[in-house]
T-cell receptor, first 115, second 115 residues
């Protein structure tokens, strides 16, 4: 069975603060892929990152960074110096290599960045 | 401008109506998907098409009927829906259904309300 848990339903922070969105996953496969998507108020989900299970190197892209830890089955997402435009729902997702059509999404974390 | 366009953006229908949702992708992708997003529930994969052939049907009720006439267009035909079918229906596309690509491109969704 595969499962993605985003325990934080909703988070509010003041602009310029750092914020971390948690994601914990479950899978029996050794080969799998993890994703983060952003859903702004307009509705469309926007792909942010994909990480495969063999690459635990953390990644930084501008103000965004991702911490992948297989030991704790976590793939957390940090926004540094948050901005109002970061307000959105963020989804963590998992796909197993032998089930290529099935990207399973977590319930999402709604992030409010307050001015 | 998104590469995946969905119409209508909003739809209100009675339980006896028949309507259709349309999705068009301008990305040259080979795979298209329908997802259902309900309040406080994870995104649910409904249907997957690869090169116009259905490859996945996640036990969706027959009142939802997909159609993929070509690799650029995807429809979701709706009839005799229930109020619990009210949700945001998201269309997505990807280069292919196989990983490791895994990146989905989403439309902005069609907000459906069933009265």
């Amino acid at each position: 069975a595969q499962k993605v848990t985003q325990a934080q339903t909703e988070i509010s922070v003041v602009e310029k603060e750092d914020v971390t969105l948690d994601c914990v996953y479950e899978t029996r496969d050794t080969t799998y892929y993890l994703f983060w998507y952003k859903q702004p108020p307009s509705g469309e989900l926007v792909f942010l990152i994909r990480r495969n299970s063999f690459d635990e190197q953390n990644e930084i892209s501008g103000r965004y960074s991702w911490n992948f830890q297989k030991s704790t089955s976590s793939f957390n997402f940090t926004i540094t110096a948050s901005q109002v435009v970061d307000s959105a729902v963020y989804f963590c997702a998992l796909s197993e290599a032998n089930r290529d059509d099935k990207i399973i999404f977590g319930k999402g974390t709604r992030l409010h960045i307050l001015p | 401008e998104t590469g995946v366009t969905q119409t209508p953006r909003h739809l209100v229908m009675g339980m006896t109506n028949k309507k259709s949702l349309k999705c068009e992708q301008h990305l040259g992708h080979n795979a298209m998907y329908w997802y259902k997003q309900s309040a406080k529930k994870p995104l649910e994969l409904m249907f997957v098409y690869s090169l116009e052939e259905r490859v996945e049907n996640n036990s969706v009720p027959s009142r939802f009927s997909p159609e993929c006439p070509n690799s650029s267009h995807l429809f979701l035909h709706l009839h005799t829906l229930q109020p619990e079918d009210s949700a945001l229906y998201l269309c997505a596309s990807s280069q292919d259904t196989g990983l490791p690509t895994g990146e989905l491109f989403f439309g902005e969704g069609s907000r459906l309300t069933v009265l």
